[in-house]
């Protein structure tokens, strides 16, 4: 079936540092691919998200690029902030007949002033 | 932003007990879930409705029972916990189900079970 692999936390980076977190996928057909956010104490939000192989979905300086040969769908940002602290849930809605959305187990960011 | 409302956001209950969580969205949506959100593990989908009709049961146990009773309200009744069912349970929304459209999460409502 499907899955999402995403890397383990925590992540703890000082204000201004470049972020990557990686995410890799196992899906039959062409899934669609997501990074929602979760805020303290709030629920999911969406971030970004790709549909197709060599999209890339952006959003509040957060990058990440769909790439087929790969099954990768990495999240970047060039300079975090400390309200960027957060875990960040990678997660792909299947091709085919299964859309379900299918979650990584989540990254928990903590960005330091 | 948010457009998903759920009560309550904490709730403690004793094992014997019988509680509802509400949820409910505000952004004209066909399609409702339930999510359980455990530390350490994935997302659990546990239910699905689609225009007020249970489309998905992802086996969960009898002593969660959902209620629909229009697109814009979803219930979980629960009973008879047990102290692993204490989690975050994350209502969520789309326009349509099983599609690649967005989900909207509400906030959430921490249960512990004692």
């Known amino acids: 079936g499907d899955s999402v692999t995403q890397m383990e936390g925590p992540v703890t980076l000082s204000e201004e540092a470049f972020l990557t977190i990686n995410c890799t996928y196992t899906?039959?057909?062409?899934?669609?691919l997501f990074w929602y956010v979760q805020y303290p104490g709030e629920g999911l939000q969406l971030l970004l998200k790709a549909t197709k192989a060599d999209d890339k979905g952006s959003n509040k300086g957060f990058e990440a690029t769909y790439r087929k040969e790969t099954t990768s769908f990495h999240l970047e940002k060039g300079s975090v902030q400390v309200s960027d602290s957060a875990v960040y849930f990678c997660a792909l809605s299947g091709g085919g007949s299964n859309y379900k959305l299918t979650f990584g187990k989540g990254t928990l960011l903590t960005v330091n002033p | 932003e948010t457009g998903v409302t759920q009560t309550p956001r904490h709730l403690v209950m004793g094992m014997t007990n019988k509680k509802s969580l509400k949820c409910e969205q505000h952004l004209g949506h066909n399609a409702m879930y339930w999510y359980k959100q455990s530390a350490k593990k994935p997302l659990e989908l546990m239910f699905v409705y689609s225009l007020e009709e249970r489309v998905e049961n992802n086996s969960v146990p009898s002593r969660f029972s959902p209620e629909c009773p229009n697109s814009s309200h979803l219930f979980l009744h629960l009973h008879t916990l047990q102290p692993e069912d204490s989690a975050l349970y994350l209502c969520?929304?789309?326009?349509?189900?099983?599609?690649?459209?967005?989900?909207?999460f509400g906030p959430g409502t921490r249960l512990t079970v004692l």
């Open positions: 899906a039959t057909g062409y899934p669609s």
């Open positions: 969520a929304s789309s326009q349509e189900e099983y599609t690649s459209d967005t989900q909207y």
